[in-house]
Structure formats: structure tokens, C-alpha cells
């Protein structure tokens, strides 16, 4: 298997409802904030009300849940605070440390746990490394940044070939 496959492919977080997840045996999911929860740069939690909405029911459900964020610390912890479950900034994805230290707090075992993110070389290749089980979002804005920009190419070529093609 390549380590850039992910497992499922979905438009948005909130396609992920207790069934989708009792389906695939998965109990809890470590989530990727930036372009995945929330947009880019984005400190505005009334945008995101139906994703904030989304993560009440999944709690209610008893889904374990796990912010991983190469975001700065600062930012993660604005996002943990409106979000109400624990995680980390600067967790340096894809190396998997931070990943064992997530299923170490969620007290699961990877092939139980869902990897949730919009980039393939952080949150889908630092997942599969992990023996999670990875699920990739189509990105919720376009990133302007230069490197992002070449990052995005290069995926967009990998999910081509795995059939998937996005418009951005
Ligand atoms: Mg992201």
C-alpha cells in the first residue's frame, strides 16, 4: 500500500457521522485544524458553527477526539478552547511521534483511530506511518502560500492517479 493513500476521502469533517465511523470498527479521530476544522488562518468560531456542532454530537457519541496541529502553539491552543477536546500544536507531522503520543492520550489502538486531514504528505503519509486509519478532506479554502502552492500540485497528481481530481 502507499503510504499517500488515504483510506477514505470525503468533502468536509461533518461527513463523518458516528455511523460512517462504526462502520470502519473507528473509536476516535485525530483532527488536522488548519483547511480541515477550520479555514486557514481563521479565528472566527461562528464561521465554523456547524463543525463545532459536528464535534458536540460526535462527544455525545463517545468518539474519542484529538486536535494534531502543526500550527503555532498559540493557535492551537485558541482553537482547543472553542473546540472543548485536548491536542496539540507544533505536533511536526508526519514524524510520528506526535501520533503515538495522541494514542497514548486517547488510549487506543491505531487501527481504531482515524487520521482527519487535507494534506497528503503531512496528515495522510504521518497517519499511514502510524497504522491509522487515514481519511483526507478536500481542503476548505485555497492556500496562496507558495509552498503550499507547489504541495498542492504534487497532490493533486497523487489523487489523480488514486482517482480522486479536485477543482482546487
Ligand atoms: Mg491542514
Redesign the pocket.
Known sequence: MSLLRPRDVIDHVTHLTPEFLADRGLHGLLL?????LVP?GSYDPVGVASTLAWVRDLKIAGVGLYLL??ATGRRAAFWLDKLEFQGVGLAGKPNPRAFRRALDELRLPPHQVGMV???LF??VLGGNLSGLHTILVR?LVTNALPHTRVARRLERAVLKRYGHDWNH
Not at 488536522?32 to 480541515?36: G, H, K
Open positions: 488536522d485544524l488548519d483547511n480541515t486557514y496541529s502543526n486531514g487535507d494534506q503531512t496528515d481542503p
